[in-house]
């Protein structure tokens, strides 16, 4: 039985309802950290343009270093305790910041250091997060399960973004770093409260022992199967522009358009807002138009206003970066729920942690270049047409899907059906036997 949108699954789903509260905690933190690190390095560092954007590369580096073997080796071991591990090793992560500081001992090296690090520990978690989460929802109740957690994501968003301006602007921009600790301990606390355990984990004979074998298939399967090779080209392309212009958004708003770091938060947060837009948006949208037709509408036609963003100037001028802002934020959000809900539904749950490494692999392994690039670019050329350059291949990257079988469908599939390569089993209908919980 389908359960309303605000009633459901955090009322009636204890385990649901910790996984909810600890992911929500990480990523207030997370908010917080990507406004204060980036503020540390400006303000307190006095990094270069190139150096800011070298440090949102390091956070995202792992995912082309580590993304692959990662996805197999959750795939053999139990995703809860990897969860609670990359959390432990976070915690202390993030809190080393302010200790160096407090002994004099903080550098744009370990910065760098500490973004590597928890971006490895960032790999390990997402992956095992993606994966674990089918395993305690029912199918029809992980629509319902992705809108609520991208929901409350985009909105610990908006408050954690504006609270790390605010902490950078009266306690100092390092002290934003305690905030992040603080909540990997309150996600720990709640992951280790979750009862559910997962079944062990058995072999089949069809499925290879060894490690590479194990990463060749879930290439294999994004390779050959034309709905996730979709995804994964957009999401690689869409990447590299959405995180060149965040790489120097906030090197921009406080250079060109001379903002406080307090606004700046307060700005970015107000554009993250379109992310609880998109999130309550989502399911409704595509309930009346289609799930493959609301994709386009969010990932393609919401973007479009994120070419407002670059002609932001002081005063009223910054209406143009929330409304661009907003709009991206929304459409962003809305397309991943939308994306969660189809892969958790269309893929084999034995191979749902490869699908995600995989995809991640490829589609997040653009993102480094695309920090590195817009660092680049604002260096070798000025921070507003580095902006014009970057946001500009935000729809651009949406053609992708224009030119794919989701323009031609009104819904995304919800089993898989077999390719010529395929070596899935078969029910006796011709589709995928997909496993259901």
């Not at 993606?130 to 957690?149: F, H, M, R, T, V």
């Not at 869409?238 to 965040?246: I, T």
């Not at 409704?284 to 206003?305: D, K, S, W, Y």
């Amino acid at each position: 039985m389908s359960q309303g949108i605000r009633g459901g699954l955090l009322s009636r789903h204890r385990d649901f309802r910790l996984l909810w509260c600890g992911e929500t905690a990480g990523k207030f933190g997370a908010s917080v950290t990507g406004v204060a690190m980036p503020l540390v390095a400006v303000s307190t560092l006095h990094a270069s343009t190139f150096e800011v954007g070298l440090l949102s590369a390091a956070t995202w580096a792992p995912w082309m270093i580590i993304g692959l073997p990662v996805g197999a080796w959750v795939d053999r071991l139990g995703r809860r305790p990897i969860m609670l591990a990359a959390a432990a090793a976070s915690l202390l992560l993030f809190a080393s910041v302010p200790v160096a500081a407090w002994f004099g001992w903080l550098s744009i090296g370990l910065l760098l250091a500490v973004a590597l690090l928890t971006g490895t520990a960032a790999v390990f978690f997402q992956t095992a997060y993606s994966a674990y989460l089918p395993s305690i929802l029912e199918p029809d109740d992980q629509p319902e399960g992705n809108a609520k957690l991208h929901g409350s994501a985009s909105a610990a968003q908006i408050a954690g973004l504006g609270s790390g301006g605010l902490i950078a602007q009266l306690a100092g921009a390092v002290n934003g770093m305690l905030a992040n600790a603080a909540t990997f301990l309150i996600s720990l606390l709640c992951l280790a409260g979750i009862r559910h355990r997962e079944p062990r984990i058995t072999r089949t004979e069809h499925r290879p022992d060894s490690l590479v074998s194990e990463v060749l298939e879930g290439l294999r399967l994004v390779a050959v199967d034309p709905w996730f090779r979709t995804f994964t080209l957009f999401g690689a392309a869409s990447n590299l522009a959405l995180m060149g212009y965040q790489s120097i958004q906030v090197a921009f708003l406080v250079r060109s358009v001379g903002l406080t770091p307090g606004t700046v938060g307060a700005l970015i947060a107000a554009t993250s807002a379109g992310g609880v837009a998109g999130a309550f948006a989502a399911r409704r949208v595509a309930h009346r138009i289609g799930t493959a037709r609301a994709t386009l509408l969010f990932e393609l036609g919401l973007p479009m206003l994120g070419l407002l963003i670059p002609l932001t100037v002081g005063g009223a001028g910054i209406l143009l970066f929330m409304t661009g802002g907003f709009s991206v934020s929304a459409g962003v959000v809305a397309g991943n729920i939308l994306k969660a809900s189809f892969q958790q539904r269309y893929c084999p749950p034995d191979l749902l942690g490869r699908l995600t490494a995989s995809t991640a692999f490829l589609s997040y392994g653009t993102i480094p270049i695309g920090a590195l690039l817009g660092g680049a670019l604002g260096t070798a050329l000025d921070l507003r047409t580095a902006m014009a350059i970057t946001t500009a291949g935000v729809p651009l990257a949406a053609l992708i899907l224009l030119f794919s079988p989701i323009r031609r469908s009104r819904d995304l599939p919800t089993s898989r059906r077999p390719t010529s390569n395929s070596k899935l089993p078969l029910d006796s209908d011709g589709e995928s036997a997909l496993p259901r919980h």
